[in-house]
């Protein structure tokens, strides 16, 4: 009998759920909306889960029952301890199958990386980084809290510098900057002073949306712009770093993959990154993910049966995963 795997990639503001089979087609796609339990609960968070996965499951026109191996990778499983309330939120599914979960950054590992092992760096909205070794026994992580803790190189963050800097600007702190031109016009302000007492008083809000702003202000030759961005490229290579020394990868050749919005960016950003990285670990190769990281949760879901990914079945996942994205889905 054929045997079928699911992968679910629970989500910030969105969630994704594929089916497959042994070759690596993919023959069910299905999305929901926003999973991380931090913002929608955990009620939010199975809601999610179970969405996705049904929508994926009629898709590909087949029960739970025929799933041989799921994973899942759920944005706001950062602690161990929180594993109990996640795999009872898993249950809820009724999967009569072995699965594993994983916090959703390790999805960049399982989908971009040649055989499923090194370091994730993620940079969307926030960050995060996580790997694993080769053997898969240890794994290395950050604490994906953000600034408080002392991470942050996400677009939330980068928006967050920007703001600063316009201060820094109006108390003559810091030089005058372009960025002030471009967000007040996006928020909509009469001018520099009106946009900081707006946002002190909540009459104004900035947010992770605006940070394509600061690329365009850097990329016109702006000084600043252009500072926030290799601060923001340094603190993701020192992420990324952490987690290097963690798994002793320091003198391996492995592989980095960069995974989110803010890598569409390009160099800029990336340049920096690199550099930081390989003044640690100079045999790491870096790689931009190409494909949805649910394909890396239909992966893990593989590894649960026993069954290894060949490079062919990571080609044709990759492959198909493009065809499922282009059916109808219901959105949650």
């Not at 994973?71 to 594993?83: A, K, L, N, T, V």
């Not at 809290?145 to 190189?153: N, Q």
């Not at 605006?210 to 702006?222: C, K, R, T």
Request: a negative charge; glycine letters at 12%.
């Amino acid at each position: 009998m054929p045997r079928y795997f699911l992968g679910v990639d629970i989500g910030s503001t969105k969630s994704h759920a594929c089916v497959a089979d042994e070759t690596g087609t993919i023959l069910g796609f299905g999305n929901a909306g926003a999973g991380n339990h931090e913002s929608v609960g955990y009620e939010g968070m199975i809601r999610a889960l179970g969405d996705a996965t049904q929508h994926a499951l009629v898709d590909a026109g087949i029960s739970k029952n025929a799933i041989a191996g799921a994973g899942f990778g759920i944005s706001g499983f950062d602690w161990h301890m929180e594993r109990v309330a996640m795999l009872k939120a898993i249950s809820t599914l009724e999967l009569d199958a072995p699965f594993e979960v994983v916090n959703d950054a390790m999805l960049g590992v399982l989908a971009g990386s040649v055989e499923g092992w090194g370091v994730a760096v993620v940079s969307g909205t926030g960050c995060n980084c996580r790997g694993r070794t080769h053997d898969r026994k240890r794994e290395g992580m950050v604490t994906g809290a953000g600034s408080l803790l002392g991470e942050g190189a996400g677009a939330g963050e980068l928006v967050a510098w920007a703001i600063q800097a316009l201060a820094h600007q109006w108390t003559r702190r810091g030089p005058p900057t372009k960025l002030s031109d471009a967000l007040i016009q996006r928020a909509g302000a009469r001018d520099l002073e009106d946009l900081l007492e707006g946002l002190v008083n909540f009459r104004y809000e900035l947010d992770a949306s605006a940070a394509p702003l600061v690329f365009q202000v850097a990329s016109e030759g702006d000084a600043v712009a252009q500072a926030l961005i290799q601060r923001a490229g340094r603190e993701l290579g020192e992420l990324a770093n952490a987690v290097i020394r963690q798994l002793d990868f320091q003198t391996c050749e492995f592989e980095i993959v960069l995974v989110g919005s803010m890598f569409n960016a390009g160099e800029r950003l990336i340049q920096p990154l690199r550099e930081t990285v390989l003044a640690l670990a100079p045999g790491a190769r870096f790689i931009k993910l190409s494909c949805p990281p649910v394909v890396g949760a239909v992966l893990l879901g593989m590894e649960q049966a026993n069954l290894a990914p060949t490079k062919q079945i990571r080609a044709r996942l990759n492959e198909t995963i493009v065809y499922a994205q282009r059916a109808p889905m219901v959105v949650a």
